[in-house]
């Protein structure tokens, strides 16, 4: 699987820490951050922005983390008592199943294709088709991931074959590319809870970068400002307004279990009451936060697809799931989730349907997180 990384992660004591933060979505683990000098760091495979998509608890079975809850990638964390082994993808864009089909001749050998591409662990992915190149009169677009070359897979292939493949043809050449489908603009998010007064700390960080314009956007024409103007519009009003209320969520569950161990082992009436309405408060300021969290993000989502009204693609809210503890063990039946909003997801519509303001014909996928890598270099092929 191309930008797949498996590290062998292990412990010398069961108790050594993994020093893994992460963030768990409705359908992705992401890596946050990987703490120096943790037993995660030493296998120097895993890096921030990866998704993780399976870990194998010592010899035991592989356990795919796709879809899973924040407690059930916890329990499984916690059992690593030993080793295990984690699979984890680079950032990946998921590509339509149609494959884009180009056929040019070149009337001489050194005859200019125009093709500006960059090579990633994501693959091959054009970066700009010039106007005076032979490709000019093809179907391909900045964005796309190139498939093969005359029927040579570019699955795994590093810069410098991909430019030999290109410079050994001197005649009829075809390209097979894929179109970008989606696309999630989000921040992870991450709580560190210490003990005594010191109130709960969060960490909200994009993953994904301000100075590369989505390949989906790109394909579309979105312009290079109006995905500026998402990013920041994520990052000052959508960002904030959740790590407070992810602070408070968690000061409102410190101060709960404070609470209830003190009515348990504790026979002070005052004491008891005094908590009880210091927790009332904190519910009440903890929902009027969450409210705002709701109208920052419907205000983001909004001027979202308000700017993308004219490109064929529209955007949906992605959500951060945490666990709540039950309030009843014979009143309530299964889970629920507290859900904070953490970025957004670009979707081009599947064929047959249409946005308010489109009628593109363009299948849906859904994909995982892009997060933040560094910039591949460009090669531009004459």
Known sequence: M???????????????KLGLVYTVTSRHMIINEIKEGSVMAESKCLRPGQEIISITVGYGQRI?????????????LRSIVSFAIIEARDPITTYSQYSISANVTKPVPNSKLGIVYSVTSRGVVIENIKNDGLLASTDLRPGYEIESINDTDMLGLDQEEVTAIFRSITS??????????????IFGISTKVVGGDTPPRATCKMLCQRSVVPSILKVAGVPEASWKIIYDAISNEMIPTTKRAVELDATFKKEMDTFISKQMYVASDYRESHREKRAYQMLHQSSVCNNTVTIAATNVLAETNFLLNSYGIYAKLEVHREDLPKFSNKKQDGKIYSSYPCGIRFIRPESGQHTLSSSAHVPLATVSAVPVVPSAPCYEMD
């Open 2 to 16: 191309m930008g797949t990384t498996r590290a062998r992660v292990v412990k010398q004591y069961p108790e050594d």
């Open 64 to 76: 795919p983390v796709e879809g899973l809850d924040r407690e059930s990638v916890k329990h499984i």
């Open 172 to 185: 009829e050449i075809n390209i097979k590319a894929k179109i970008p489908i989606a696309f999630h603009a």
